[in-house]
T-cell receptor, first 114, second 112 residues
Framework: DTAVSQTPKYLVTQMGNDKSIKCEQNLGHDTMYWYKQDSKKFLKIMFS???????INETVPNRFSPKSPDKAHLNLHINSLELGDSAVYFCASSQDISTNEKLFFGSGTQLSVL | GEDVEQSLFLSVREGDSSVINCTYTDSSSTYLYWYKQEPGAGLQLLTYIFSNMDMKQDQRLTVLLNKKDKHLSLRIADTQTGDSAIYFCAEIGHSSASKIIFGSGTRLSIRP
């Protein structure tokens, strides 16, 4: 069974559209994350939720809105997509907020904005 | 702010040892990590070290930490083709607000 699963794996869309990426973890973890990986493989945290509560919100445009309906799910909705949003988006989870957070990653969603 | 730096590329011959280096700036780092990313996949935790340790060995992997110089390295003994991947160094510290900071990744390629 996949521990952290995200859908879709590939997402190709036009500029200006609104899209969502879904993430689910079956590890019983309390904390979930969204990371963005650019074309140079640089990985940057976007959001973090702990027990459905937002705890990290980096300087991400308001067009990005995470939603956590329960602690096993963290979805990412993106409004008015722009060319610069093209990247691979990774969902991840960890047991909790602690000083030793071992992250478990999903396999990524490759978003291409045309 | 916190910063983690790595060289971008490393090429080694199959069977040799690979040494991937990383430097970080956050002196309050408590844990340091090495993650591996294979093509088309997410990152996978390889190993980690607590900041009060100098060395940790796990089969073919050896992690060395020089806290004074804020330098972390990952040595892979007897490098195999399956070790081809991008290796990310990461750290978490008291000043990170429960946020793990990743380096830019080192792409390891193996030549026959």
């Amino acid at each position: 069974d996949t521990a952290v699963s995200q859908t879709p794996k590939y997402l190709v869309t036009q500029m200006g559209n609104d899209k969502s990426i879904k993430c689910e973890q079956n590890l019983g973890h309390d904390t979930m994350y969204w990371y963005k990986q650019d074309s140079k493989k640089f990985l940057k945290i976007m959001f973090s939720y702990n027990n459905k509560e937002l705890i990290i919100n980096e300087t991400v445009p308001n067009r990005f809105s995470p939603k956590s309906p329960d602690k096993a799910h963290l979805n990412l909705h993106i409004n008015s997509l722009e060319l610069g949003d093209s990247a691979v988006y990774f969902c991840a989870s960890s047991q909790d907020i602690s000083t030793n957070e071992k992250l478990f990653f999903g396999s990524g969603t490759q978003l291409s904005v045309l | 702010g916190e910063d983690v730096e790595q060289s971008l590329f490393l090429s080694v011959r199959e069977g040799d040892s690979s040494v991937i280096n990383c430097t970080y700036t956050d002196s309050s780092s408590t844990y340091l990590y090495w993650y591996k990313q294979e093509p088309g996949a997410g990152l996978q935790l390889l190993t980690y070290i607590f900041s009060n340790m100098d060395m940790k060995q796990d089969q073919r992997l050896t992690v060395l930490l020089n806290k004074k110089d804020k330098h972390l390295s990952l040595r892979i003994a007897d490098t195999q083709t399956g070790d081809s991947a991008i290796y990310f160094c990461a750290e978490i510290g008291h000043s990170s607000a429960s946020k793990i900071i990743f380096g830019s990744g080192t792409r390891l390629s193996i030549r026959p």
